[in-house]
C-alpha cells in the first residue's frame, strides 16, 4: 500500500533573498515546545528562572563565544518564550576568500556560517542538549519548530524592540504567549 503523501514543504517565515548574514540588528523570538511555561514564572514583575531558565539564559550568554560576529545587546527569557536583540557585525576580510560562490540566502539544509539562522539553530541545540542531560529526559523537547525575527532598520526599531524586551515581564498579565492572561479564554 503505497498511498503515502509527500510531506509539505516547509514555509520559510525569512524575507526571501535577504542574507541574514549581514551587518545589521536583529529582534527574535523562540518559543518552548507548546508553549508550555517550562522556564521560570513570573512574580510580581519580575522573571524568575527555574534550572531550565538558567540554562536558557547562559548559553544565549554564550553566544559570542562561538560567534564572534554577534554583539547581545538585551534579551528576557520569559516563562514560555525568549526575546533577544543582537547585532551582527562585518566578518573579517581575509586575504583569498574562504569560499568562491556567492550564495548567502540559507535554504533548507544549506547553513550558512554567522548567519541569524545558524546562531539559533546552534543556541537551540546547545540548550537542548544540556537540559537532556540534566533532566535525562533524551525525548525531552523544548523548542518549538522555527522561531520569529525582525530586522531592524533604523534606530525606532532598535529602542522599541529594546523597550519591548524590557517591559516585557512586567506585562506578562496581557502578553499573548501567557496561557493564563485574561485574553486566554476569549
Known sequence: MDDAQPLPRRRSI???????????????TICAHGKKCIFGKIVGSEMKLNSIGRIVNECWNEVPRHFANAELRSHVV???????????HPRARHAVPLRSDNKTAEQFRQPV??????????????????????SKKPELRVWQRGYYESVLRDGKEFRNALHYIVENP?????????????????
Not at 525569512?14 to 527574535?28: E, N
Not at 520569559?78 to 551582527?88: C, D, G, I, K, T
Open 14 to 28: 525569512r524575507l526571501k533573498d535577504f542574507d541574514y548574514s549581514q551587518p545589521g540588528a536583529y529582534f527574535i
Open 113 to 134: 556560517v554567522r548567519s541569524v539562522p545558524t546562531i539559533v539553530r546552534s543556541f537551540k541545540s546547545a540548550v537542548s542538549k544540556r537540559v537532556r542531560e540534566i
Open 170 to 186: 512586567s506585562r506578562w498579565c496581557h502578553d499573548k504567549e501567557n496561557p493564563g492572561a485574561s485574553h486566554a479564554s476569549q
Open 78 to 88: 520569559m516563562p514560555n518564550h525568549v526575546h533577544a536583540l543582537f547585532v551582527l
